[in-house]
């Protein structure tokens, strides 16, 4: 027994509060069956073995505890009373006596040695765990490492031969010390600030957000509160901001990431939502500066919830300022003309904060510590014996010397900084109103990661390129160029602005769009090491990475993408055409790109008036019957060699009879080429007729184009918008519903679209070119939104120097814009688009355009712009904004400058797509 109790008290330890205490794994091991029973030998034989038995399994902290008070033979009294169980250790002094039976000296020499051995073992989440005022824990070092709002911060080592840590618990943590001095009149204070950061954190420890730092529990001890927190590896941004850059913030891609993980801290605090305990709640920090921003690996972690605020929804955010000195506070925290008094702040001041510590990021990642240094010499501003650093010089007044700054920073820094820096004007705006909420900083500052990290990709696709000129990895490029395209970071300055709600939606799976982003990147660095002709092989992975990414886009920017997508593969043309028909093409190359590439091939021979065989697209003008009438189109009934049908003939005039022959050859030349560019198969976002061969008909002196209509199983009816609007514009009662009007309205945008993405124009597009094919019985739901383009008869393609004749018509000049109708001048995109404008002008009002300007006079300009001044405006409240600003857009023909070559086409169209399509798509979703 002696020798078991030496060696147990050759293993007391002092913690850092110079108390003795027992490690228990060490305790433990040596308290083996054998021991114990040693230790007993002077009890009982039969009685022994069951004795042994239970200190083993229940109680040994408590044999122990008899051992080094010499009183073994006691454990019997334990187990009589039933209270052999270290799970109830501590034991009051009186229990002992009463319960146990101990004599009092025993009782007391039991008490204060059950101390040593009680030394509490740590659980995440274990609160206030209270041991009296003899409380022994087994810290082994305590350093300290920074002050808080109202307590001393230390790094501290925990003996891992008494607590088991593994992945529950680290070695080494930070413990947070508010001292409870027994004559310092400000003890009480430290008591309420440490129970309310205590209460804060217990709440913010619902959330288990990586980016706010976790309580991992609490206690009282030796006349002080004490906080326990996860070990930060690299202390706080403060330090990082004073010292030479970390090797992991070497890039400035991990400084934005970071960011904005620390902005989605905030917007949790200043919008608490946890459904587990079905709470929200307004929060705010007040005490927002690079010190209470720890830094742990690559993380930035919000910390120092001391000053900390949260309310219920229906109060105000509106807290009277806690008065702490910082350069980072907002403007309206202290008057500094009435002797600092001060101010109410809200959640717009921990912007302002927030902005003032991005300002510093972005000058640390542009100049250095040095220049964060200099940067906040620059901002010294005395008012009477104060010497301040603010970013603001008073209440009302901004900070000249901040907006120099901001100003030099843009211009010398990345363009990945110089949009953080727009970020930072947005914070520190003087009126609090005015400055953006938490949630849109996050999405901003997640908006530019994204854009640093693409561009990286983006530079690795161009250097593949540059030695592989394979169309598989050109597809793939363009499919990322889309997907950026489609989240706006493929030009960040324009989409860098106040985000719409449904932008949230690819902005909230941040950390896992960034690890596809990632393992792009590492794919196609692993595709540069290989030797030049097996760069491209297998490209199965970067097809899956590309998918991913488009997974996560909305709807809405799936179809954005798609636009952009086919848009932008159409300006590689013929060589397209080239590549496909040598099979060389895999991977991404949908049917629907190939049936693209098709069409504008035939658009480029029609460009070029290359021979076309004629006799393979003409049919016999008797074959073809023709019935009601369409304006300068019919509807006729086809007995050729095809099944018999009905058909839709659209018509080419050629003038007078006794065309020569020279030229009545080149008019069957370019009709045929013509026809064979309708007869390509197309998508079905296209909206036009399959073309199905033409014929001439010299009565007419005209070419008839026949196209092939939708079958329906019963007779057919042929509608056109023109004709639709008129029997219902005084009937509401026959009016689609708003949603199909919208629907209608975005398929002839979308169509257009289409159209012009292959280099072709319509030229003619009014509502007698918009047609419906149905059931006899009338227009229903099913075919009003699935309208069909017709009257391509007059289209040419994309030839800026092409001339076309006026209309016929002068009812329709009211589609044409009045710059076209003048003499001479050439046809443009913008042209279409104006035509497109009217047309939807007169859904929104579910009225021809001849009874809108019904009475009206002047010239055709001037009818433009009293449809700007007085019609448009009136779709804000008949169709809703978005509505509104399509079709002025299209109306203003509000496109940029309107250039040509492919890319300032392709810009123009995209634009279209952007401000017409896009919006039109968003109102029928």
């Known amino acids: 027994m002696n020798q078991l109790k030496s060696e147990i008290k050759s293993l007391r330890r002092r913690n850092t509060s110079r108390h003795w205490y027992f490690p228990e794994s060490l305790v433990l091991k040596l308290l083996t069956e054998e021991s114990i029973g040693h230790a007993l030998i002077e009890s009982p034989s039969f009685q022994r073995e069951e004795i042994v038995r239970n200190v083993f399994q229940r109680g040994r902290k408590i044999f122990c505890i008899l051992l080094l008070v010499d009183q073994v033979a006691q454990v019997t009294k334990f187990i009589e009373g039933d209270h052999l169980e270290d799970e109830r250790l501590p034991f009051h002094e009186q229990v002992l006596v009463q319960d146990m039976r101990l004599e009092k000296d025993t009782a007391q020499d039991f008490y204060e040695k059950q101390w040593e051995l009680i030394a509490p073992t740590f659980r995440r989440g274990t609160l206030n765990r209270r041991f ?22 230390y790094e501290t080592a925990i003996d891992s031969d008494h607590q088991e840590l593994g992945q529950l618990f680290p070695e080494k943590f930070a413990r947070k010390e508010f001292s409870i001095g027994r004559f310092d009149p400000r003890d009480n204070r430290s008591t309420l600030n440490h129970k309310k950061e205590l209460a804060n954190l217990a709440l913010l420890n619902h959330l288990k957000h990586p980016h706010i730092v976790e309580l991992l529990c609490s206690y009282t001890y030796d006349d002080s509160h004490n906080l326990l927190f996860e070990l930060a590896d690299s202390g706080n941004l403060a330090g990082v901001l004073g010292t030479e850059r970390l090797a992991r913030f070497a890039s400035d891609e991990t400084l934005f990431i970071a960011l904005a993980g620390l902005s989605s801290a905030v917007e949790h605090v200043h919008d608490f939502s946890e459904r587990k305990i079905d709470l929200d709640l307004i929060g705010c920090h007040h005490d927002l500066r690079p010190r209470n921003i720890l830094v742990s690996g690559s993380k930035f972690i919000l910390a120092d919830f001391g000053l900390s605020t ?11 300022f806690k008065v702490v000195s910082d350069d980072y506070l907002a403007p309206e925290c202290e008057d500094w003309g009435n002797k600092f008094q001060a101010g109410t702040v809200h959640r717009s001041s921990d912007i302002w904060s927030f902005g003032c510590i991005l300002a510093e990021v972005a000058t640390y990642m542009t100049y250095g510590h040095e220049g964060v240094d200099r940067f906040r010499q620059a901002r010294e501003y005395r008012i009477r014996s104060f010497l301040l650093y603010h970013f603001h010089e008073g209440p009302e007044r901004e900070s000249s010397a901040v907006n120099d700054w901001l100003a030099k920073l843009e211009i010398s820094s990345t363009r990945t900084c110089a949009l953080l820096v727009r970020i930072v004007r947005q914070t520190l705006l003087m009126n609090q109103a005015e400055r953006p909420k938490a949630k849109e900083v996050t999405w901003w500052l997640r908006f530019v990661s994204f854009y640093e990290i693409a561009a990286t990709v983006n530079h690795l696709f161009c250097q593949i390129q540059d030695d592989d000129d394979s169309l598989d990895i050109f597809l793939e490029r363009i499919r990322f160029d889309s997907w950026r395209y489609a989240l706006g970071i493929l030009k960040p300055e324009d989409n860098l602005s106040r985000p719409h709600i449904s932008s949230y939606d690819e902005m909230s799976q941040f950390d896992t769009i960034l690890g596809s982003l990632t393992r792009l990147r590492a794919d196609l660095k692993t595709r540069l090491s290989r030797e030049k002709p097996t760069q491209r092989l297998d490209i199965s992975q970067l097809l899956k990475l590309n998918d991913e990414l488009h997974c996560f886009l909305s709807q809405e920017k799936k179809e954005l993408s798609r636009e952009y997508f086919n848009i932008t593969v159409m300006e590689k043309e013929g060589e397209l055409f080239e590549q496909i028909e040598n099979r060389t093409a895999s991977g991404s190359l949908s049917h629907e790109i190939r049936m693209r590439a098709n069409v504008q091939h035939m658009n480029n021979l029609l460009v070029r008036d290359s021979s076309a065989d004629i006799r393979a697209m003409q049919i016999d003008h008797k074959s073809i019957e023709l019935r009601n009438r369409f304006g300068d189109h019919h509807l006729g009934f086809s007995n050729d060699s095809k099944a018999p049908r009905l058909v839709w003939v659209e018509w080419r005039k050629y003038g007078q009879h006794g065309v020569d022959e020279h ?30 061969g033409f014929f001439n008909d010299p009565s007419r002196t005209a070419f008839g184009l026949v196209f092939d209509i939708p079958w329906f199983p ?15 514009t005084d009937r509401s009662s026959l009016w689609p519903d708003l949603d199909d009007r919208f629907a209608l309205a975005s398929s002839i945008a979308a169509s257009l679209l289409e159209v012009h993405s292959v280099g072709w124009f319509h030229k003619g597009l009014n509502t007698s070119n918009v047609m419906f094919f149905s059931e006899a019985g009338g227009v229903d739901h099913r075919s009003i939104v699935s309208p069909f383009l017709v009257g391509f008869n007059h289209s040419r393609p994309d030839e800026p120097l092409g001339l076309t004749s006026g209309l016929s018509v002068s009812a329709l000049r009211h589609y044409q814009h009045p710059v076209y109708l003048k003499d001479g001048f050439g046809f443009q995109p913008e042209f279409d688009y104006y035509s497109l404008g009217i047309i939807l002008l007169e859904i929104g009002f579910w009225s021809p355009i001849r009874n809108l300007t019904k009475g009206w006079t002047g010239s055709y300009e001037e009818k433009r712009q009293r449809l700007l001044n007085d019609r448009v405006p009136q779709l804000r409240q008949r169709m809703g904004k978005e509505y509104f600003e399509a079709v002025n857009c299209c109306i203003r023909c509000e496109f940029g400058e309107s250039e040509s070559g492919s890319t300032k086409r392709k810009d123009l169209i995209l634009t279209f797509g952007e401000r017409v399509v896009a919006r039109l798509r968003g109102c029928s979703i």
């Open 714 to 728: 019963g007779s057919l009816e042929a509608t056109s918008l023109d004709q639709v609007l008129e029997v219902s």
């Open 310 to 320: 949260f309310k219920d929804l229906s109060q105000n955010s509106g807290t009277p």
């Open 132 to 153: 009296g005022e003899s409380i022994i824990l087994a810290f082994r070092e305590d350093r300290n490492i920074g002050q808080g709002s109202f307590g001393k911060v």
């Open 663 to 692: 030229v009545m050859e080149r008019l069957y030349e370019r009709t045929a080429r013509i026809t064979s560019l309708l007869s390509e198969e197309k998508p079905a976002t296209f909206r036009t007729l399959e073309c199905s």
